[in-house]
């Protein structure tokens, strides 16, 4: 009966092919072709008007990595960008967390009016949300700065930790509460030994919907921050656009995934770690 | 002195009086159990006690002191919840440990106790297990053990079986009583099932509407319930409608129409003339073909009109002369005769003349 080759399956096997074979194609076309085509350019020559040098007369080789590793420039901007991206994560965290447990212990009919208002935001461009932010930081003599991109970077960053973490703390059980409460547990020791805890998991993926994308941001830090204030995300967009230097744009934005991908690896395994101690 | 006492304590939600002038007094090292129909306010009673909810009048004692402006994490009481309410992201060891370490005791007290506790509920290799690694009966267990662990001046217990299957439920029942027995602490137990309650208490207060309808020993319950909600509470009952012909301190003498003198058991309060119930438990029942002459005091004919073979018992409602029907409980002691008498089948209904209550309502 749970053999998966019974012929009774089989019209679900089918049906499990055809719904997910839309998203996979989407996928192969859309991420993997490009994911292997900027890995390719990344050993290439760059072209004389930019672009990719033709094949025959290049020829591949190693130079962007050389190029980007030979200058410690690079690590340093790859360095200054974790930490952009981390001081981002712990500041949503610290502003979402609050605002996140409230809307969840709210009565049920508000609830859903104050998720609205988390997301109301998007509802306007983004470019529109960050020129507002010129305009704001601009008489506080803040603009053009580290501060101006963190401000930034947390504003519209906020609602991804915000609504993970919400959708966890909505979930929790009132009774485990009244139990901790019950056995001599004081408001904070509720706090710290039942809800953070098992708000865990919201927080690991609200981190990484905040850490992913503002490490690869280039946006906010082009129109809030100084000329100082280059990140990973405006190196990769100026090696294209500006310097046309395709091969070290793939290289650098090569070097980013695997980065991210690092950084997703450890959080997976942290996750599981905790969650299999005995 | 009452360990526990309760009283005159109202509370209100809203327009609605969920408890009104309840006084009660409950004893240390008893199993005290609140019984009733859902909505009677026995759950409000027992989250009173706890701290979760405020009465708006009167005042609930513990050990002689008030209790009114002490936070429920500040009182030496803990609760069993309906739903267990175990921690997911603690085992078994850790959930157990809990109160412990709210209290504050040392690293090595911890786990010594904790084992012991385990041994005491039979879960001494489930200590490292996760909450959802559990089945039913041990996660009542370890919720059991988590109350129990800290010795709390009482134990509350929130229709802790609910959510058990009967053959469970009942295990669970024989090990409750004996928990409770080996640990002496006390335990407020809340529950709206009737045999549980006769079953697990030393004292039983039934409720109605967030009043105590009437509050004793399981036995006396059971034998002299004071009012027809109480007598049809608790198991099962036949009422039949009686008139008072004379009453002494022997007995009473009633009067049941189209059939004639009933002799009941004396009742304080009972006049001549007054009307009123008189409440007969099936089991004191007994059928006889009309051939065998019977000898006890009330004795009527009546006809069987359906039976209901329980495998150990078989019940039957059988019709009076004057059409009242009844229900009579008969033991199936003798093998491979299960029942003795078919439908249509005329019998001799009779029982002692010290069974059943006289209700005045």
Redesign the interface.
Known sequence: MRAPTSPARAPERLTRWLVTLPPTLFLVVFFLVPAVIMAAASFRQPGEFGGLAPLAQGGLGLEAYRFVFEDVIYAWILAKSFAVAGLTTALCLLLAYPLALLIARSPRRRRNLLVLLVILPFASNLLIRVYAWIIILGPLNLLYSPVAVIAGMVYVHLPFMILPLYTNLEKH?P??L?????????TW?RFR??TL??SLPGILSGSALVFIPVLGMFAIPELLGGTGDLLIGNLIKEQFLDNRDWPLGATLSLLLTVAVLAVAAITAGFARRRKEA? | MALLEIRNVTKRFGSLEAVKEVSIAIEAGEFFTLLGPSGCGKTTILRMI?G?DAPDEGELFLDGRPLSGI????RP???V?Q?Y?????L?VAGNIA??LE??GKSRDEIRRRVNETLALVHLEDKG?AYPDELSGGQKQRVALA??LV?RPRLLLLDEPLGALDAKLRERMQVELIALQREVGVTFVFVTHAQQEALALSHRIAVMKEGRVEQLDVPEVLYSSPRNRFVANFIGTINLIDVEVREASRQGLRLAAAGLGEIAAPPQAGATAGARGTLALRPEHIRLSPPSEKPELKNHFAGTIREYLYLGDVTVYKVALDNEVLLEALATNGAPGRARFHEIGDRVNVAWRHDAGAYLAS
């Open positions: 059980d009774a485990l009244e139990a901790a409460q019950d056995l001599g547990a004081g020791t030994r039942v805890p098992l005995p | 706890a979760f936070p429920p994490e500040k009481v803990h609760t919840f739903s309410a175990l921690f997911p992201h085992t809990f109160p709210m209290a490292g988590r109350g800290n």
